[in-house]
């Protein structure tokens, strides 16, 4: 990925919903040297010194588990990730949860076209959310995107940056597959 022109790594650790493992996290930190998210769902301190120790760059929060009332403290996990060198990524789904996003200090906002309750993709979800919004931070796309004409839709939409998957991974030439995502814009 990184010799397609992928400038950081999102790389699963939460093992029992999504396969992945701290473990394969630090595989992969020992053989790069790009920002690098942990991705997981994170609840509790204790993932944010996981990430701090494995040699995460960025950590994940889901805001609409914040906003549900689940976890209250997303303030108080972001400035703890702060405070340990790490930058946040908050991963919203809807308006509000996007506006809410905007009103913490995480460093980067992702919008995912992935509906988690009913996990139906749709890309027009980044567009109606940036539609007649100001942005106040880096926003990136997630979820759905396997195609250059997807990006180029994305980057009119008004996101600056792309976390994609599924279609890397399920690509025979994973390298080629990046290369023309990255050269898209």
């Not at 996290?25 to 993932?47: C, E, G, H, S, T």
């Not at 405070?83 to 990524?89: A, C, M």
């Not at 200090?105 to 992702?110: L, M, S, T």
């Not at 792309?162 to 898209?184: P, R």
């Amino acid at each position: 990925m990184i010799n397609g022109g992928a400038t950081a790594l999102s790389v699963l650790t939460q093992p029992f919903l999504f396969n992945g493992s701290p473990e394969l996290f630090m595989n992969v930190r020992k053989a790069v040297d790009v920002p690098m998210l942990m991705k997981d769902i994170i609840i509790d301190k204790i993932q944010i010194d996981a990430a701090k120790k494995i040699g995460a760059d960025y950590i994940l929060l889901i805001q609409s588990i914040f906003d549900n009332g689940m976890i209250n403290d997303i303030d108080g996990l972001i400035e703890y990730g702060h405070n340990l060198g790490l930058k946040v990524l908050i991963e919203a789904h809807t308006k509000q949860e996007f506006e809410n996003s905007c009103n913490t200090n995480a460093d980067i906002i992702g919008i995912n076209n992935r509906n988690l309750d009913t996990l139906e993709i749709d890309l027009n979800t980044t567009k109606k959310i940036l539609e007649n919004t100001e942005k106040t931070k880096l926003v990136i796309s997630e979820s759905g995107i396997s195609t250059s004409s997807d990006i180029q839709f994305l980057h009119k939409s008004g996101v600056d940056g792309y976390l994609v998957g599924s279609s890397i991974m399920k690509s025979n030439d994973i390298q080629q597959t990046v290369q023309n995502l990255v050269n898209a814009i």
